[in-house]
């Protein structure tokens, strides 16, 4: 009998534990690496530029948090936040990709900018052209 009772709390315990790890699990914030930038060489005043910064998520406990971004006249800064939940997940590595479209755009030289946690930026530059239509 009291084999029967210890092995009933250890799994209202056990159990209790489980669903705590799922309803308030720990959560790691950290800068994420981008892996390149997509954009075309040139475009004209008319054109959307559609920028994408590529990414990899090491697993599934990792995902975007979100893109803290400073637009420029002639350019784009951005940093890739990551979150990280510390919990039971799969280890498929993902490769994502975020969009970012500007179409007010001056003629010269357009700068994207990733700014990376270790090592050199990413930058990309983008030669935009008066568009033809204009005066």
Do not use: W
């Not at 056990?14 to 705590?20: D, I, K, R, W």
């Not at 420029?72 to 799969?90: K, S």
């Amino acid at each position: 009998m009291n084999g029967s009772r210890i092995l009933l709390i250890l799994s209202i315990l056990s159990a209790g534990t489980a669903l705590s790890c799922l309803t308030d699990p720990e959560i790691s914030i950290y800068h994420l690496a981008a892996d390149s930038i997509s954009a075309p060489d040139t475009v004209t005043t008319a054109d959307t530029l559609f920028i994408r910064i590529h990414y990899t998520l090491v697993s599934g406990c990792h995902s975007l948090k979100r893109v803290e971004s400073t637009s420029f006249v002639d350019g784009l800064t951005c940093r890739l936040i990551g979150r990280e939940l510390h919990a039971m997940c799969d280890e498929a590595v993902r490769y994502r990709s975020y969009l970012f479209t500007r179409s007010v755009l001056v003629p010269g030289i357009f700068t994207i900018t990733v700014d990376q946690p270790e090592g050199e930026d990413l930058v990309r530059q983008v030669v935009v052209l008066r568009d033809k239509g204009e005066g």
